[in-house]
Structure formats: structure tokens, C-alpha cells
């Protein structure tokens, strides 16, 4: 019983933000650079985000770059 309620999770908790070069920019799921455009299509990752693995909410914004 006492093994059985203190087991550590066996899944991860996190997980990373699926984002790719030419993905549109959103405000919701990115935070881009002081030197990037205001809108359009991701031309660099700095950072990747991370996610909650069960419930997908974002828990850290990815940092990117628009330049296009």
C-alpha cells in the first residue's frame, strides 16, 4: 500500500511545443523576438516551448524569430 501512493509518475508531466520553421505566428503559442516582424511565418526557433503532456495547455511559450 505505502509503495503503491508515494510511486513516482511514471509519464512525464512536460512535454515540448510541436513547432516548425514556417509555421504561422501565433500570440497564443510564440513569443517573438524584439528584433522580429510583428506578423507572419517562423524563419528561426530560439527556444521551444513547453506543454502540459496531459492537458496540452502551454506552459512556457516558444521563442522565435520572423523575418520573412
Known amino acids: ?5 508515494f510511486r513516482s509518475n511514471d509519464a512525464p508531466i512536460l512535454g515540448f511545443q510541436n513547432v516548425s520553421v514556417g509555421d504561422a ?3 497564443d503559442w510564440h ?7 510583428p506578423a ?8 521551444t516551448g513547453l506543454t ?5 495547455e ?3 511559450k ?3 524569430e520572423i523575418t520573412d
Open 31 to 37: 513569443i517573438r523576438t524584439q528584433n522580429s516582424k
Open 25 to 27: 505566428f501565433d500570440v
Open 1 to 5: 500500500p505505502y509503495t503503491t501512493l
Open 40 to 47: 507572419g511565418t517562423i524563419s528561426k526557433i530560439l527556444l
Open 58 to 60: 502551454v506552459i512556457k
Open 62 to 64: 516558444a521563442v522565435i
Open 52 to 56: 502540459n503532456a496531459f492537458t496540452g
